[in-house]
T-cell receptor
């Protein structure tokens, strides 16, 4: 089956620090990969996505590259801000079996201090 | 962009009563809607998948008689928690899929915080 593994949190950083949140996946087919962000008390928002190997998704200073050889989709940001404090979810959709149900990682909490 | 409106955002109800949560896709037709439950500091637990005009498909361990899902139109799905108990207190999130946008087309509602007292 499909699965997504994210690094355990919380990740605690000072403002302007470099961020990496690791995400690896297993899939039976060729999935599309996503990062979602959840701010406190809210639903999930799509942060970025990639649909094929070597694609780089980017948004709001965040980036992630689809690495098929290492089955990874790590999230990075060069300089985090306090407003980036949230929970980040890595997810995949593998439509090869006809299912469009997303598979989510457990989420990684990011706390950024001033 | 695609917007999903979820209401109410917060609800407090007495034990034994029922609560209805609505999820509307505002600018697209949602062929499939998903209902998730999220416990504090945990990931999303998929409860059920519903396709417009057909019965919902519930995940293993989810009581379909307790969590009633209706997807009567392409823009509206409802989740009714029947005879709620304190253990049903949780954060419920809906997600709608716009089939025209392929595998990218998942938009989430803002969630409903249910507290059963």
């Amino acid at each position: 089956g499909n699965s997504v593994t994210q690094m355990e949190g919380p990740v605690t950083l000072s403002e302007e620090a470099f961020l990496t949140i690791n995400c690896t996946y297993t899939a039976t087919g060729y999935p599309s990969l996503f990062w979602y962000v959840q701010y406190p008390g809210e639903g999930l928002q799509l942060l970025l996505k990639a649909t094929k190997a070597d694609d780089k998704g980017s948004n709001k200073g965040f980036e992630a590259t689809y690495r098929k050889e290492t089955t990874s989709f790590h999230l990075e940001k060069g300089s985090v801000q306090v407003s980036d404090s949230a929970v980040y979810f890595c997810a995949l959709v593998d439509a090869s079996g006809g299912s469009y149900i997303p598979t989510f990682g457990r989420g990684t909490s990011l706390i950024v201090h001033p | 962009g695609a917007v999903v409106s979820q209401h109410p955002s917060r609800v407090i109800c007495k034990s034994g009563t029922s609560v209805k949560i609505e999820c509307r896709s505002l600018d697209f037709q949602a062929t499939t809607m998903f209902w998730y439950r999220q416990f504090p500091k945990q990931s999303l637990m998929l409860m059920a998948t519903s396709n417009e005009g057909s019965k919902a498909t519930y995940e293993q361990g989810v009581e379909k008689d307790k969590f009633l899902i209706n997807h009567a139109s392409l823009t509206l799905s409802t989740l009714t928690v029947t005879s709620a108990h304190p253990e049903d207190s949780s954060f419920y999130i809906c997600s709608a899929r716009d089939s025209e946008r392929g595998s990218y087309g998942y938009t989430f509602g803002s969630g409903t915080r249910l507290t059963v007292v």
